[in-house]
C-alpha cells in the first residue's frame, strides 16, 4: 500500500512538471494538475495538501536530481580542467530540462515561500563545495595557482549565472558549448599574451 501511494505522488509529481511547465508556477491549478495527472481534485488532496505541497516537491524532486547528476559528471573526468567543463556543461544543461527547478530559482514572486530560499541557499552552498572541490583538486595537482579558493568558485559560480540569463532570453543552448570553452580558455590562460 506505502508503494502505490508513493507511485501516485510521483506520477502527481511528472503530471505537475507538465503542467507548470506549461502555464508557469503562478498560473498553475490544483485542478491543471489533477487533469494531467488522470484523477480527480479530491483525489489529489489525498496525496497533496495545496499546489504549494506539490511544487516544494517537485523542487526537492529535480534538486536531488540536479545534485546527483552533476555529481555524477565531475566523477567521470580525471582532470581539473575536464571536471570543470564537465559541471558547468552539465549544470547548464541540467537546469535547461529541469524547468519546475530553474523557475523556482528565477521567480520572484515565489520568493514568498521560504522553501524556495532555502533551496536556493543549498544548491548556492552546494556549487560553491563543488566548484571549490575542483579548484582544489587542480591547485593539489600543480594544474591551477593556489590563490583564493573561495573567491575564484564564486567567480566561476557568477559566470555560470549569467549563463542562465542567456537561456532564459534565448531559450536555446545554442552555442553553449563555444561559450563555455571561451570562457574556460580565458580562465585558465587569462587575456594577457605571455
Not at 499546489?51 to 581539473?80: G, N, R
Request: glycine share 4%.
Amino acid at each position: 500500500m506505502v508503494r502505490k501511494k508513493k507511485e501516485v505522488a510521483h506520477r502527481i509529481l511528472l503530471a505537475a512538471v507538465k503542467v507548470f511547465d506549461k502555464y508557469g508556477l503562478h498560473k498553475t491549478t490544483m485542478r491543471d494538475i489533477a487533469e494531467s495527472a488522470g484523477m480527480s481534485k479530491s483525489s489529489l488532496y489525498y496525496y497533496f495538501r495545496s499546489k504549494k505541497d506539490i511544487l516544494s516537491a517537485v523542487v526537492k524532486l529535480e534538486s536531488a536530481t540536479l545534485m546527483e547528476k552533476l555529481s555524477m559528471a565531475v566523477q567521470q573526468s580525471i582532470s581539473p580542467q575536464k571536471r570543470l567543463r564537465a559541471y558547468i556543461m552539465t549544470r547548464m544543461h541540467l537546469l535547461f530540462e529541469l524547468s519546475v527547478y530553474y523557475a523556482s530559482l528565477r521567480e520572484t514572486y515565489l520568493e514568498q515561500y521560504a522553501f524556495i530560499e532555502q533551496e536556493r541557499k543549498a544548491f548556492t552552498a552546494f556549487e560553491i563545495s563543488a566548484v571549490s572541490e575542483i579548484l582544489t583538486d587542480g591547485v593539489s595537482k600543480g594544474v591551477f595557482q593556489g590563490r583564493d579558493i573561495l573567491v575564484a568558485a564564486k567567480t566561476i559560480i557568477i559566470f555560470m549565472k549569467a549563463l542562465e540569463l542567456r537561456l532564459i532570453i534565448s531559450k536555446s543552448m545554442e552555442d553553449l558549448d563555444s561559450t563555455v570553452d571561451t570562457m574556460l580558455e580565458i580562465l585558465f590562460h587569462g587575456l594577457e599574451i605571455r
